[in-house]
């Protein structure tokens, strides 16, 4: 799987996090975007360099995330990977990324990929409000609260006109990171949970084992 090539593109969504490992979870994310958006030329997912409100000490090196990932998309088709955000320094902001992208293809439209935990804490970004001037929003929802979420960008589009958000229906995929990297540290299976190439690969690099020890 080759690293995206924005300029290739007129319409791309955008699947950021820190995938932290890729699971099942976000396969299925990358799956409904593409049944449901027809108009989304290629999905990228982008990891981010240092979140800016996660944790930076339990997080694995950027190029093995990268590497997971492609792992775990390569069988899809119109899904391609970006270190764009992991070749920054310092924190990630969402809206530095999308302003930079705009600067470097004024072209490119871009949709961005969330999920609920995201949009309810999206009036706290750094700077949110100017996300509405550069990308449209798609919430999708693992947990399976559509009329809960639903409802809630109908309130925040009320009170911010200017966004546009879209809900996008994917099937319950109840799986986190922190979970599969809780279940590792316990020695507990993770069958199912994150893609077999992608388990063969934090098996081989023994990644999350000492999960539990940074707690």
């Not at 990358?30 to 981010?48: D, F, G, H, K, S």
Request: with cysteine; proline share 5%.
């Amino acid at each position: 799987m080759e690293d995206v090539k924005f300029e290739q593109f007129h319409t791309i969504a955008i699947l950021g996090g820190t995938f932290n490992p890729v699971h099942a979870g976000h396969v299925a994310i990358a799956q409904a975007i593409l049944r449901t958006r027809p108009e989304v030329e290629q999905l990228v997912c982008m990891p981010n360099h240092i979140p800016a409100y996660k944790e930076k000490a339990a997080i694995v090196d950027g190029s093995m995330r990268l590497d997971m990932l492609r792992l775990a998309m390569n069988q899809l088709p119109k899904v391609s990977v970006s270190d764009f955000e992991l070749k920054r320094d310092g924190y990630t902001y969402t809206v530095d990324t999308f302003t930079r992208l705009k600067q470097m293809y004024p072209n490119l439209t871009i949709e961005f990929v969330i999920g609920d935990d995201s949009l309810f804490q999206l009036h706290k970004w750094y700077e949110f409000e100017r996300l509405a001037e550069l990308c449209e929003i798609l919430v999708v929802a693992r947990g399976g609260q559509r009329d809960m979420v639903e409802v809630y960008i109908r309130t925040f589009c009320a009170k911010y006109p200017e966004f546009r958000i879209s809900y996008v229906e994917m099937p319950q995929v109840p799986v986190s990171s922190s979970e599969v990297r809780a279940r590792i540290a316990k020695g507990e299976s993770v069958q199912g949970l994150v893609p077999d190439k992608v388990l063969r690969y934090i098996e081989t690099h023994a990644l999350y084992k000492q999960e539990a020890g940074r707690r």
